[in-house]
């Protein structure tokens, strides 16, 4: 899949198949996605492949919207490594996150971000996946092959802002406040 | 180019030819990388682009990192949205930011990312592209053709770490404090 094709077809998939995904795959998809770029190089990220349904069930209670991990075939725990820069770590979870979202949708596979919260729940998960101290699983990523018209049932408002709002030259217009 | 080898061959672009790149290629990789999900499809980002020089030099001394925006031939700015959510927030545009890369890599051009920091430097970005109130210029992205073995020219060390220590199963294994 090209990649423009797969940055634009990439959506939210929360209704999964029971079709496993193996090992070799996921392997596959973390060796590709361990070369995105990160502050200094820092690779501030872990990634701890759950499949176990009880951990499963137990990590869907650990965010607002998590409730898709109790039915995913596999999820991908991102645990951030300890350090004084949030913004940086927290940009560049989120970069190799959608390095791995794009890799699985390359392969057919479907995927949703949950983020981990409150505080309380994301020690939660890092006691569920042992992270060592300091280390903090800050978000997991459901992964599954795609049901039927599954992109449509998140619990969010479908559809994006169109370029000509997004995209400036220069500078904003000074019109910005009045388009939101 | 398959989103495997984009993923797998993307590196940090800090020399550029001057080829220019003109306004119909940034507005196709913002119109593919606006599909990016985010927290509750909150689409919290905004682009500036920016090609005036003096705009560039000004952006390249706002951060410890940023010296290539003075020779890149385009800097997207990414302006990110008030809310109550830091870690979402940088977390989303960190994904969308991977996309954007990805697809400039797609089409052969180069990027590399410049958090702009300290906070006194991203409310000068700020006001340099003119966010709105509240809106924060966190980071620019430096996009150009790449100029020979430019992706080794960086200030950080290089490679990256191997799959087997960064990809555990269920947990983390005992050992892991060790593999620091």
Known sequence: MRVDQAVRSLRATRTY????????????????????????????WR???????????RLSGMGDFARHLST?????????????????RAFDLGRVAQSLML????????SC???????ANLIAAGGLVRAPEGWSAELAIGFGHPVGENASSGPSPRGRLPTAE??????FPARHDALR
């Open 17 to 44: 198949a029971p079709t496993p995904i193996d090992d070799e795959r996921v392997g596959r998809w973390v060796d590709a996605a361990r070369w995105c770029g990160s502050s200094k190089n820092s690779q501030p």
């Open 47 to 57: 990634f701890v492949a759950v499949r176990d349904r009880e951990s499963l069930r």
């Open 72 to 88: 995913c075939q596999l999820a991908l725990v991102l645990v951030a490594a300890p350090g004084p820069y949030p913004f940086s």
């Open 103 to 110: 890799l699985a949708h390359e392969d057919g596979v479907g």
């Open 113 to 119: 971000v949950a983020v981990l919260e409150p505080r």
């Open 166 to 171: 997004l995209l400036f030259w220069e500078t």
